[in-house]
């Protein structure tokens, strides 16, 4: 088992910042992909970014002006938002997952947080 929580969320004016943090405890040797979602009101759950096998995957909406990172040593994952639009607004999910395969959907992963919520004013 793996749990992961996130933190960071808030209100922030469009071309602000935030820096989401995701820590992950447990059988954490086993994640394979720790990766973000976003689900905003009406919509589905769709991809942002991703860390898998030592590489970094954005979707085309946030490439460019988000940032994922990770600190092996402290079990976290960090999204790094910049430049952020009204349409950014969400709740934000971190995700783990054990298996090898597909990082941008959200089936390729075994365990989720609870999600911070997101809002960007214009």
């Known amino acids: 088992q793996v749990q992961v929580v996130e933190s960071g969320g808030g209100l922030v004016q469009a071309g602000g910042s935030l820096r989401l943090s995701c820590a992950a405890s447990?059988?954490?040797?086993?994640?394979?992909?720790m990766g973000w979602f976003r689900q905003a009101p009406g919509k589905e759950r769709e991809f942002v970014s991703a860390?898998?096998?030592?590489?970094?995957y954005y979707a085309d909406s946030v490439k460019g002006r988000f940032t994922f990172s990770r600190d092996y040593a402290k079990n976290t994952v960090y999204l790094q938002m910049d430049s952020l639009k009204p349409e950014d607004t969400a709740v934000y999910y971190c995700?783990?997952?054990?298996?090898?395969?597909?990082?941008?959907?959200?089936?390729?992963?075994?365990?989720w947080g609870q999600g911070t919520q997101v809002t960007v004013s214009s």
């Open positions: 447990g059988r954490t040797s086993s994640t394979y992909v």
């Open positions: 995700a783990a997952g054990l298996r090898t395969g597909t990082v941008k959907g959200p089936l390729g992963y075994d365990y």
């Open positions: 860390s898998a096998g030592g590489s970094a």
